[in-house]
């Protein structure tokens, strides 16, 4: 069983930064795949980016492309979202999520393709 948990989330102003950290422990799996989804309340949970095990490729959804910086270190198994210029249309819970990768070289967008989420995270990004 692997235990997701993020941390970082927050109250912040528009065009503010924080940085979300998520931590994926007991996992058996020697090669994982990482990813940041957000829900807003009244709407369907939605990706935001994606990150490879292997030389950290990394993927974002266009609303954040420009804005967000996903990284990992996969020693300590830890992935973190950095968001810079928050806007209110940020604002959500997000969620982190692991995905078994054998070849290591994978991202995924969907949420169906993950196998283990965190409880998630609120940000509220106020006008």
């Known amino acids: 069983q692997v235990h997701v948990v993020e941390s970082g989330g927050g109250l912040v102003q528009a065009g503010g930064s924080l940085r979300l950290s998520c931590t994926a422990s007991?996992?058996?799996?020697?090669?994982?795949?990482m990813g940041w989804f957000r829900q807003a309340p009244g709407k369907d949970r939605e990706f935001v980016a994606a990150?490879?095990?292997?030389?950290?490729?990394?993927y974002y959804a266009d609303s954040v492309k420009g804005r967000f910086t996903i990284s990992r270190d996969n020693a300590e198994n830890t992935v973190n979202l950095q968001m810079n210029s928050l806007q209110p249309e940020d604002t959500a819970v997000y969620y982190c999520?692991?995905?078994?990768?054998?070849?290591?070289?994978?991202?995924?967008?969907?949420?169906?393709?993950?196998?283990?989420w965190g409880q998630g995270t609120q940000v509220t990004v106020s006008s």
């Open positions: 999520a692991h995905k078994m990768d054998s070849a290591g070289t994978y991202y995924y967008i969907r949420r169906y393709e993950y196998d283990y």
């Open positions: 990150i490879t095990w292997t030389d950290s490729v990394t």
């Open positions: 007991g996992s058996s799996f020697t090669t994982y795949a």
